[in-house]
């Protein structure tokens, strides 16, 4: 238990403190391709018009990341704005384990290892076959594979799954031809590696929140039990399944890879699973259907007895994955902790496609809340259509709630993600993600209509870049061009930083209306707290506003 934190008396406001979380939402570094400044957002113009604002960091090594190479994401994102801090994440606690050789000295890796070389049996690895670096990274797996023969396996069977999402739409084959080839040269004294099967990620297997647990069926269809269109190999699955669908990568249908027509990859009994993955949110499924004795979500038709670990632990709470070979960072001390300790009141809603953020992320990977007393979390359920085709997703009914709630007067401090730029981001489709942004844009306006009223605040943030930078662009900052003359569509996030509204209708000179500049997202925690009238806790990041 955290203790209570001291009053500052520096602020008091009669309606709530409402944070409103844009899910990938960033200033744009090009013209061309920045959904967000192509929209209409009269609300969010004249907030920027009329209010205090910022820029904060919301990538790299602001968020816990190995470098500020890499992007943020909404997992690590909300990790910051949640405790405050920055934490080494995932790709940076994976990459330091296997790089000093903790990872292959520690009992989990030791024991699937020996499991397959006792049996004689396979050692299969699952997850994304890319660089993203957000779910996953390639190198982490070429790294695994070459020590896998160095202890002794024999046999290695990958399941790789499509990305285009946190990279290039169609760069697969930047990914899949020359990890083949990878495997096909370590294949020599009695080695024997091979990709077995894939699909893409937003179509099998990497289900999140419970949204669609089918994409999990077909996942295990396609990875244990061979079940599936076969291919000769994952270059001519996809270019073929390209060819027919005219899909991205993320959207490809999943494929089995076969020799005279039997698959080369299936788990069997004995068996050893490694789900490469990092992140938790889209690896809890299918590592219930591994790790679950009854499982009422589908049929799994056979269960092989498998020595299964995940990456890293996903839920410390619940302890999932029970083997795991990285463990993930400790997150302690969060804002609703320390909020709950001083008796304030909070309200947590999204929809179902960021909902485990609002809650489980931003209260440093926990599952449950603090209090049942003080707390309430709603979800309100995502439509299973694909998000270009409802671009405005669910952010007028999550609006509507949390108007309701500002006007019963319940809570002090309301926190909600409104999921549409990320979401309909990572589709590529430009005219759908200026279309979301234009619905929420409504909503904004919406929201703030009813702070005012309340006498509150209001504090509009991000947890990444996204909408803004929807086209490719080369070196010389032109925007790459398709075959047909067309922007390439970039589905992955930005490294770009985010906004930092502060709404303050009732504002009476108690700070400066300049904003702190050079701050990340984690500085989002100290300034709710501080704008609650509190004190923050020792060791968080400075608060944006500066106090008189």
Known sequence: MVEKLAKSGKISRKGPVVLVIMDGVGFGKYEDGDAVKQAMTKNLDNLYNT?????????????????????????????????????????????????????????TWKKLVKNAIDNGSTLHFLGLLSDGNVHSHIKNLQDMVVRAKADGVKKVRVHALLDGRDVGETSALDYFDPFAQFLSDLSTDGFDGRIASGGGRMVITMDRYNANWDMVRKGWETHVLGEGRQFKDAHEAITTLRAETGAIDQDLPPFVIAENGQPVGTIQDHDSVILFNFRGDRALEITKAFEAKELAEFDRKRVPQVEYAGMMEYDGD???????????????????????????????????????HVTYFFNGNKSGKFSEELEEYVEIPSDIVPFEQRPWMKCAEIADRVISEIESGKWDFIKMNFPNGDMVGHTGVFEAVVCSMEGLDLQIGRIKDAVEKAGGIMLITADHGNADDMYEHNKKGEVSLKSNGEPKSKTSHSLNPVPCILFDPCYNGEYSKELATGLGISSIATTCIELLGFEAPEGYDPCIVNFN
């Not at 604002?53 to 968020?63: I, Q, S």
């Not at 890499?70 to 384990?97: I, W, Y």
Request: hydrophobic content about 40%; proline content about 5%; glycine content about 12%.
């Open 318 to 356: 619940l302890h999932v994955p029970a083997q795991f070979l990285v463990s993930p960072p400790a997150i302690d001390r969060t804002m609703a902790e320390y909020l709950c300790a001083c008796g304030v009141k909070q309200f947590s809603i999204s929809e179902t496609q960021k909902f485990g």
């Open 51 to 107: 209010c205090s604002w910022t820029k904060l960091k919301a990538h790299g090594t602001a968020v816990g990341l190995p470098s500020d190479a890499d992007m943020g994401n909404s997992e690590v994102g909300h990790n910051a704005m949640g405790c405050g801090r920055v934490f080494s994440q995932g790709a940076k606690l994976v990459a330091n384990s296997i790089e000093s050789g903790a990872m292959f000295d520690g009992p």
